[in-house]
């Protein structure tokens, strides 16, 4: 889940979310009244007189100024910042689900290497000794051959699941997984 966090999709998130931030800030600055002075000196060369002339420019209605883009921007952010929250709950989940589908995939194939093939295995040689004697039929020699053939499928089968669960969890993650971390 810490991996989640740093991952490239949740970067860009992040950086979303700080550019919706910046487009709120600007539309308050833009909302708030632009108060202009200025002052001035003049001489008047026939009179030999001087003028100083001061203005302030304060526009009116300032307190509604921009209020259709302050709402927008306030709006974009907060969908900008639930649309975060749900596409970290998303991978999340998607993480969880491969991580269990994973381990589940990976103790079946150790399951069936380490029991079920070698009980089978143990199983065909008898069914062969009692074919060779004549107790068994072809056919249920021929079976016991399947049946071992079927759980190496299965093996295979498992195995190849857990290595896509991996492959997804380290997309996900942007990481590879160490040795402890696939059991």
């Known amino acids: 889940y810490q991996r989640i ?3 490239t999709i949740m970067q860009l998130s992040r950086s979303t979310a700080r550019i919706r931030e910046a487009e709120l800030q600007l ?39 921009n209020r259709g883009a302050l709402q927008s921007a306030r709006a974009e952010l907060a969908s900008t910042d ?12 998607r993480l969880y689900q491969a991580w269990q589908q994973q381990k589940q995939s990976t103790r079946k194939a150790r399951q069936m290497s380490n029991q079920v093939i070698p009980a089978l295995q143990q199983a065909l040689e008898a069914t062969r000794k009692a074919y060779e004697r004549g107790r068994y039929s072809y056919s249920e020699w021929v079976s016991a051959r399947q049946e071992l053939l079927n759980a190496r499928q299965t093996r295979i089968n498992a195995a190849g699941e857990a290595l896509l669960n991996q492959a997804l969890i380290e997309q996900l993650t942007g990481m590879p997984l160490t040795a402890q971390e696939k059991r």
């Open 5 to 7: 966090s740093q991952s």
């Open 82 to 93: 639930n649309h975060r929250r749900i596409t970290e709950l998303q991978l999340y989940t």
């Open 27 to 65: 539309a308050q600055s833009r909302s708030s009244a632009d108060i202009q002075w200025s002052l001035a000196a003049t001489h008047f060369a026939d009179s030999s007189d001087t003028a100083l002339t001061a203005s302030i420019s304060l526009p009116l209605s300032a307190t509604s100024r």
